[in-house]
């Protein structure tokens, strides 16, 4: 989500004056996973099978929804909360109505100004197989630029999932994150990626074997652990000094613990370790690309069957 922030601000700054009365038309909005589940079926059903998507019907129901509401304030109906509706729904269309739970827009980002590029392969007549290589190089960076979040970022699916779950995310006010968590909002400091990554939602047809849902090798796990610790430690760092609160420091303390040592075993993290910057972390992400750590972290990685 900041990165689309980001990739706004450019894009306005780009623009210059004639932004101002524009900018709405620039706002990325999200469609809904219908709209995706035209071409990917496969993740679709994947999605509905998760609790992203069985929520909607449910958690609005749920007493400790009312509590934590009272607690925050705001709109009584938690799909028109502003402060719910930031983590727990995809708000389609340019009236933001509550479509779904979390779903696909929510991990690869808000799709109205990516989804063209993202299904242009080249003209109307060209089959994506038949796309030139250089279109496809180029249809992956400006979907990017636009605001898509590809899988191969792997940083920036990390650091997605962890706005969420780590009581993190930027669009909502440190202030409402505490009282949510002083009402009995669940806060899972042992949150870590390859655990609720690769179980119920895990989605993997990747060429040749499209039909497939791979599971991750060893090497892959490996760097999905230190990948989702480099992300928990610098949310974690971000949101501490946000606000005086005790319980909500506590929480973000016992993240930034379990996260350093985590990292601890591995030699690359050390510069992430001493200061958690982006930055850092994506410097670590890329250096540990190619690399094996199964041997350094191996021991820590959740057993498959406790993966949710
Ligand atoms: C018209 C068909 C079509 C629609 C609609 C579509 N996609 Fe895709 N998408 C594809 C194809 C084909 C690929 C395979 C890789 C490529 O050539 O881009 C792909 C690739 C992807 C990838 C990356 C796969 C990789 O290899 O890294 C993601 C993520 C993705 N789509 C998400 C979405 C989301 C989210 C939506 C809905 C907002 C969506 N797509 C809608 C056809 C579509
Ligand atoms: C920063 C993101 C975020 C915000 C904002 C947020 N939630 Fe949550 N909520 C979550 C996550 C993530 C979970 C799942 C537990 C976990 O993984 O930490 C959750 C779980 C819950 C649950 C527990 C479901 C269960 O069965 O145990 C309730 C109830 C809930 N949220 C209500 C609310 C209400 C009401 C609001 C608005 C006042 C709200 N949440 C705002 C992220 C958020
Ligand atoms: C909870 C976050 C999350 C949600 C929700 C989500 N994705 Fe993904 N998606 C990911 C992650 C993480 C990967 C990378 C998987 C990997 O490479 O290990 C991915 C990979 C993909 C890929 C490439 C791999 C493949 O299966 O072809 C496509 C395409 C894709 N997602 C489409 C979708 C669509 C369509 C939806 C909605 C129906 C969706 N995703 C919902 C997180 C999510
Ligand atoms: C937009 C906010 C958001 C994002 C991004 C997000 N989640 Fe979630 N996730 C939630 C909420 C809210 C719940 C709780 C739903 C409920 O319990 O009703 C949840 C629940 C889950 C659950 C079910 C947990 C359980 O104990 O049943 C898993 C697994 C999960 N998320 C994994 C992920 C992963 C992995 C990513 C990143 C690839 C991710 N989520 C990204 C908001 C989000």
Redesign the pocket.
């Known amino acids: 989500m900041r990165l689309l922030t980001v990739v706004f601000c450019a894009v306005a700054l780009s623009l210059g004056v004639s932004v101002m009365s524009s900018a709405a038309k620039a706002e990325a909005l999200n469609q809904g ?1 219908k709209v ?2 035209e071409c ?1 079926k ?3 059903k994947i ?1 509905e099978g998760t609790q ?1 998507s069985k929520s909607f019907k449910e958690i609005h129901k749920s007493p400790k929804a009312k509590d934590i509401i009272a607690a925050v304030g705001g709109e009584k109906n938690m799909k028109k909360n502003e402060v719910c509706t930031q983590c727990h729904y995809t708000m389609v269309g340019a009236d933001k109505k509550a479509e779904a739970g ?3 827009e ?3 980002g808000a799709s109205s100004e990516w989804f063209k590029i993202h299904n242009d392969y080249g003209g109307p007549t060209v089959k994506r197989e038949d796309e030139a290589a250089d279109h496809k190089e180029a249809r992956i960076a400006n979907a990017a630029k636009a605001g898509m979040l590809w ?1 191969s970022d792997r940083y920036g ?1 990390a650091e997605n ?1 962890t706005e969420c779950h780590g009581l993190a995310n930027p669009k909502v006010p440190a202030d409402a994150l505490s009282k949510m968590l002083d009402a009995g909002h669940p806060a899972i400091a042992e949150w870590e990626l390859v655990q609720y ?1 690769q179980g119920s ?1 895990r ?4 060429p040749p074997n499209m039909t497939t849902n791979a599971e ?1 090798t060893p090497p892959e796990l490996a760097r999905m652990f230190v990948t989702g610790q480099a992300a928990k430690l610098v949310s974690a760092a971000t949101a501490i000094g946000k606000v005086d609160n005790p319980k909500y420091k506590e929480f973000q303390q016992k993240r930034i613990d379990l996260a350093k040592a985590a990292l601890a075993k591995v030699p690359e993290a050390k510069a992430l370790i001493d200061a958690p910057t982006v930055d850092n972390a994506r410097k670590l992400v890329a250096a540990i690309a190619e690399k094996d750590l199964s041997g350094a972290v191996g021991g820590d990685l959740p057993a498959k069957g406790t993966y949710k």
């Open positions: 996973p995706c589940s990917h496969d993740e679709f999605w992203h979390p779903s696909c929510s991990c690869h899988p699916i999932c990554s939602v989605h993997r047809f990747y991750m």
